[in-house]
């Protein structure tokens, strides 16, 4: 069953798998919960669960087709860039009063649902005050706050939360290929957001990146100003390296459109669809590729600090650079670390107001290289 594959989440499933047992379905849920949380694999394992004849067994042709987001009739509605464009939603809704193509239901989930501005909130609205017959609208958000309260009312609420970290780790030894002692890291690094784990685990890069930030930043002690740049520019590369592979592989998806299949208007106007779309996500992904770099410094410095000040070992993150935590906490005072994590959360802001990567690496290097070893 496509819902035993979930990892946690007890009580949403349970509650979710009851309703498609009774035929109790509601048109509306929002599944609430911190983002990456496992919100949108239980949404999809639902909407499989609803139109599979055997309540979502995972293995049949409709369950495959719903995962691989291929199915007529389950829709799965993402932001373009920052919002939902109104005309998604109104597409939507013209679409809600159409049959379903091959079930009896449809269904419509909406990541990131906070995204819709106002028009399109009361677009959708319209549809959810007077909902047409077989229709299950699932609005997944980490902000339900941002939504407005009509939409809210009439939606059933499913909580998500962290999930326990013996669980998750459970579930990474047994589905990934990953030692006991690195599955660990990888709960504490993630502070168990199941969809970040999995990414750590199935990206090994990830893990390899936070051991050469946490040597650079180790060596910066003794670096001088020509290292610590070229230290930085390392990183930079490290950071680079997935931005580079997503849009080789966005090259892919172009080059795949021209296989003949299609009349040269709809090639033209699905790349250059493509090419926004990968605009888009090379920013994001070096966003994001700079704020890991910068948080792993960050932990870095509060495990010493947390050292330095008697702490429990059991609230490392680093568990595995003991040694190496107990022996820098020796060199460094509590003010300066302070300082430092401060200085690091500036260039975390800094990052996501695109400062450009490189630029904003070094400088945090050279600025602890100031507080903690002038
Ligand atoms: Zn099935």
Redesign the pocket.
């Known amino acids: 069953m ?1 819902f035993d594959e979930v990892v946690g989440h007890r009580a949403a499933k349970s509650s979710l798998q009851r309703a498609v047992e009774q035929g109790n379905i509601n048109h509306a849920y929002l599944f609430t919960g911190p983002s990456a949380v496992g919100k949108f694999i239980v949404a999809r394992a639902f909407a ?2 609803l ?14 087709r ?1 995962i691989t987001e291929k199915h007529p009739d389950v829709t799965v509605v993402r932001p373009a860039g920052k919002n939902i464009p109104v005309e998604k939603i109104r597409e939507i809704r013209l679409d809600a009063f159409r049959k379903p193509i091959e079930s009896d239901i449809k269904v419509f989930i909406i990541k990131n649902a906070e995204r819709m501005w106002e028009e399109g909130a009361s677009t959708l609205l319209k549809v959810l005050e007077e909902p047409p017959g077989n229709i299950v609208f699932i609005l997944v958000t980490a902000n339900p706050g941002a939504l407005l309260p009509t939409i809210l009312s009439r939606c059933q609420e499913i909580r998500f939360t962290r999930i326990p970290p013996d669980e998750l780790k459970e579930h990474l030894l047994s589905t990934r290929d990953i030692s006991p002692d690195r599955a660990d890291l990888v709960v504490r690094l993630t502070g168990g957001v199941l969809g970040r784990a999995l990414d750590w685990c199935d990206e090994p890069w990830r893990l390899a990146r936070r051991d050469n930030v946490i040597r650079a930043t180790r060596a910066l002690r003794r670096a001088d100003i020509n290292q610590i740049l070229e230290m930085a520019a390392e990183l930079f590369r490290d950071v680079r390296a997935p931005v580079d592979e997503l849009v080789s592989r966005y090259k892919e998806k172009k080059d795949g459109l021209a296989d003949g299949s299609l009349d040269n208007g709809t090639v033209k106007s699905l790349s250059k669809n493509l090419d926004e779309e990968c605009r888009r996500e090379q920013v994001k992904e070096e966003i994001r590729g700079v704020k890991e770099v910068l948080s792993t410094i960050s932990w870095w410095y509060r495990d010493i600090l947390i050292w330095g000040e008697g702490g429990d070992a059991a609230l490392l993150i680093n568990r595995d650079m003991e040694d190496e935590i107990a022996s820098e906490s020796g060199f460094l005072g509590e003010w300066d670390l302070l300082e430092c994590m401060d200085m690091i959360g500036e260039s975390m802001r800094a990052a996501e107001q695109n400062v450009p990567a490189q630029l904003n690496i070094e400088s945090t290097m050279l600025g602890i290289k100031g507080v903690l070893y002038a």
């Not at 139109?51 to 495959?64: K, T």
């Open positions: 496509l499989a669960a139109l599979c004849p055997d309540n979502g067994c995972g293995e049949c042709n409709i369950c495959r719903v």
